[in-house]
């Protein structure tokens, strides 16, 4: 199982959205830390204007079905 922090932003004019997702996110995350850390993507990896929308760590599971190249 692998876990991920997904963080959301909205464009708060035309509610379109972008989503950031961070591999192997530290067990000992601060909302402090996540929110500050969406606050400096603003303007480099996510466009002006959108707004910090939410965050939440997210455990997933693959269940490969194929790998043609390896």
Not at 25 to 52: H, S, W
């Amino acid at each position: 199982m692998a876990r991920k922090l997904r963080m959301s932003f909205v464009n708060t004019v035309d509610g379109k959205r972008k989503t950031i997702y961070l591999n192997d996110p530290r067990t000992d995350l601060t909302e402090t830390e996540v929110q500050n850390a969406m606050d400096t993507f603003v303007g480099v990896f996510i466009p002006t204007g959108y707004e910090k929308d939410n965050a939440a760590i997210v455990d997933t599971t693959t269940n490969e079905l194929f790998d043609l190249i390896s």
